[in-house]
């Protein structure tokens, strides 16, 4: 697990912030999902003014409706999930260490100030804290999962924003893979469009181009096949059209 740059098995074993774990409840269960940026809760030793609070409600700071479909097919499929439980912006679970992102110093022009010129020290800090207890997580459940006989697909769940720089994304959803495992990738694309929904092939995010960190992490090194579904965030301005799509969602999963 080098590639973190850190060993992932030296991190501290009680962090308070372990991400959020919940067991599956079947044997064989076909997928583990993770939602990376499931949570905008700011720590309460980072600070933002209350006029500055409003950040984050933004995708910047988490992936609204994530948590919500997660939660639903890990119950649905009685399967394995690990949601963080800390706002991406003091460090981004779903991006490498080294990464552009990985600790923003702006969001659309506003500097955050808990992110202002940090130094090494304050980075390793963080990484042990915030980074490493995620990544830890979901490394152990799934290796669990592996030495139980089980061969899930690992599938990262996350939304986008509806518009990106004034450009409108048209696309619903959006199935973000590698060349590890088109096939399934091309099942799930099958299932969205036989149903009528509006299919991004790698774009507005593309696994090509890497900008699929967590899920490429742990499924190459694990070798299970992995993929992130990514679900347009207006689909959660109402319950009525959450309900729908995560029930799209679900239906087509159980066609990969
Ligand atoms: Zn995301």
Redesign the pocket.
């Known amino acids: 697990m080098a590639r973190f740059g850190v060993d992932l098995l030296e991190m501290p074993p009680n962090s308070a912030w372990l991400p959020e774990y919940i067991a599956p409840r079947v044997p064989r269960s076909p997928f583990f999902f993770t939602c990376?940026?499931a949570s905008n809760k700011l720590p309460d030793e980072f600070h933002l003014d209350a006029a500055d609070q409003h950040w984050l409600d933004t995708h910047w700071a988490w992936?609204p409706g994530?948590a919500l479909v997660t939660r639903a097919l890990a119950s649905t499929y009685g399967c394995g999930a690990v949601l963080a439980r800390c706002t991406r912006l003091v460090c981004d679970v779903?991006r490498k260490i080294d990464g552009p992102g990985f600790m923003r110093e702006e969001v659309e022009g506003f500097a955050l100030p808990f992110n202002a010129a940090l130094d090494d020290d304050e980075r390793q800090r963080r990484i042990q804290r915030y980074y490493l207890p995620y990544h830890r997580t979901l490394h152990d459940r799934l290796q669990d999962r592996l030495g139980e006989g089980d061969d899930p697909l690992l599938l990262a769940i996350?939304?986008f924003t509806p518009s990106m720089m004034g450009q409108k994304r048209p696309m619903e959803v959006a199935v973000v893979f590698d060349e590890q495992c088109p096939e399934r990738a091309a099942a799930m694309i099958r299932g969205f469009e036989n149903r009528g929904v509006r299919v991004g092939v790698n774009e507005p995010y593309s696994g090509i181009k890497g900008q699929m960190y967590s899920a490429w992490y742990h499924g190459r090194g694990t070798g299970v096949d992995y993929l992130e579904l990514e679900i347009r965030q207006d689909f959660f301005e109402s319950s009525a059209k959450a309900k729908s799509i995560t029930a799209i969602v679900s239906e087509v999963l159980r066609e990969i």
């Open positions: 990376e940026h992936d994530a779903n996350h939304s």
